[in-house]
């Protein structure tokens, strides 16, 4: 288990981010954890992980102001530096199943103008990337790991800060994951790599009922929840409002079975006083307009329960088709 974050500052002795980090670490045991943009002398907050039981260590001291790699790890763990500069650290892993790792600890340009200028060895790192097949790790928690930390209008959030693994890793640890810990005192966000970290695997995605889609109401609340203003970059807008339109459907939707039961009841009593309206008056109007609705709702309701069926009707025979009977 490892723990990564772009802490934006550790060289003030009264700066918020140590007691982060501290209530990060007692928590759960790391085996390594890898800072970013330390601002400050890799000796001076060596002493501070070293308390944590992070003896062993490799760094790059800032430039000024910015910059600053941290990595630490346990001396009883089998792990040991290969190479580092000042926009990744490579270890040496041989603790996990006998087999031998490799971990890359990779910290992009901080300024904007210096990464669309390019990092030197960027390009074959993609290449390498692409060739030997790395997934993206999935995750828990929150969508975004960086905010600008701008207000209204101009606050932008992104999903920086990731993690990949290959395919033999994840043959190994298929429970592999990450936790994205909430955006707070940093731009960034602290994330948490778990070899074994818990997957919800009943919970199970919500799926549109094509039979809403038969009815302008729920047309309606589709709409009004995509307009709905929401302060942020265009990925998150976008989040968002997928989040609120699904949200707004589901609703409807159990609202809507709820009624069902009942709906039948009333379409008895509807009917009824509407033929006894066409025997007493000879007025079929009111007859006319609850025959149309109970049609309507019925085509609604088979096409919800035969998406719920999940059977290949028509092209089984096992639908009221001119096919079917002609079996029959």
Same mark, same amino acid.
């Given at each position: 288990?490892? @723990?990564?974050?772009?802490?934006?500052?550790?060289?003030?002795?009264?700066?918020?981010?140590?007691?982060?980090?501290?209530?990060?670490?007692?928590?759960?045991?790391?085996?390594?954890?890898?800072?970013?943009?330390?601002?400050?002398?890799?000796?001076?907050?060596?002493?501070? +992980?070293?308390? +944590?039981?992070?003896?062993?260590?490799?760094?790059?001291?800032?430039?000024?102001?910015?910059?600053?790699?941290?990595?630490?790890?346990?001396?009883?763990?089998?792990?040991?530096?290969?190479?580092? /500069?000042?926009?990744?650290?490579?270890?040496?892993?041989?603790?996990?199943?006998?087999?031998?790792?490799?971990?890359?600890?990779?910290?992009?340009?901080?300024?904007?103008?210096?990464?669309?200028?390019?990092?030197?060895?960027?390009?074959?790192?993609? !290449?390498?990337?692409?060739?030997?097949?790395?997934?993206?790790?999935?995750?828990?928690?929150? /969508?975004?790991?960086?905010?600008?930390?701008?207000?209204?209008? &101009?606050?932008?959030?992104?999903?920086?800060?990731?993690?990949?693994?290959?395919?033999?890793?994840?043959?190994?640890?298929?429970?592999?994951?990450?936790?994205?810990?909430?955006?707070?005192?940093?731009?960034?966000?602290?994330?948490?790599?778990?070899?074994? @970290?818990?997957?919800?695997?009943?919970?199970?995605?919500?799926?549109?009922?094509?039979?809403?889609? !038969?009815?302008?109401?729920?047309?309606?609340?589709?709409?009004?929840?995509?307009?709905? &203003?929401?302060?942020?970059?265009?990925?998150?807008?976008?989040?968002?409002?997928?989040?609120?339109?699904?949200?707004?459907?589901?609703?409807?939707?159990?609202?809507?079975?709820?009624?069902?039961?009942?709906?039948?009841?009333?379409? *008895?009593?509807?009917?009824?006083?509407?033929?006894?309206?066409?025997?007493?008056?000879?007025?079929?109007?009111?007859?006319?307009?609850?025959? !149309?609705?109970?049609?309507?709702?019925?085509?609604?309701?088979?096409?919800?329960?035969?998406?719920?069926?999940?059977?290949?009707?028509?092209? *089984?025979?096992?639908? /009221?088709?001119?096919?079917?009977?002609?079996?029959?």
């Amino acid at each position: 288990m490892g @723990l990564a974050w772009n802490c934006r500052g550790l060289g003030n002795a009264l700066s918020p981010t140590i007691p982060k980090i501290r209530a990060l670490l007692s928590k759960k045991y790391y085996d390594f954890i890898f800072l970013m943009e330390t601002k400050c002398n890799v000796s001076s907050i060596s002493p501070l +992980f070293r308390s +944590f039981g992070f003896e062993m260590y490799v760094g790059m001291d800032a430039i000024g102001a910015s910059r600053g790699l941290w990595v630490g790890w346990r001396s009883g763990e089998k792990i040991s530096h290969v190479y580092s /500069c000042m926009n990744f650290v490579i270890l040496r892993i041989a603790k996990y199943n006998g087999l031998l790792w490799y971990l890359v600890l990779f910290y992009g340009a901080p300024k904007a103008s210096m990464r669309a200028s390019g990092l030197r060895g960027a390009a074959v790192f993609n !290449e390498w990337k692409v060739r030997i097949e790395l997934v993206d790790i999935p995750f828990k928690g929150p /969508c975004f790991t960086w905010c600008n930390n701008r207000k209204g209008l &101009n606050r932008v959030y992104e999903r920086i800060d990731k993690a990949l693994a290959s395919k033999d890793w994840f043959a190994v640890f298929p429970n592999i994951g990450l936790k994205h810990y909430p955006i707070q005192i940093s731009d960034h966000a602290p994330i948490e790599l778990d070899l074994n @970290l818990v997957q919800n695997v009943n919970r199970k995605p919500y799926k549109l009922d094509s039979w809403a889609l !038969e009815h302008e109401a729920c047309l309606m609340e589709i709409r009004e929840a995509w307009y709905v &203003n929401i302060v942020g970059s265009p990925a998150f807008r976008t989040v968002r409002k997928l989040a609120l339109v699904r949200q707004r459907v589901k609703s409807w939707t159990l609202d809507k079975k709820s009624e069902w039961t009942q709906k039948w009841e009333d379409f *008895d009593l509807r009917l009824e006083k509407g033929m006894d309206l066409v025997i007493r008056e000879g007025k079929d109007e009111e007859f006319t307009k609850v025959d !149309e609705e109970v049609r309507a709702f019925a085509r609604a309701a088979a096409s919800f329960w035969k998406q719920r069926a999940k059977l290949r009707w028509t092209i *089984d025979g096992d639908a /009221c088709t001119k096919y079917f009977f002609q079996l029959g």
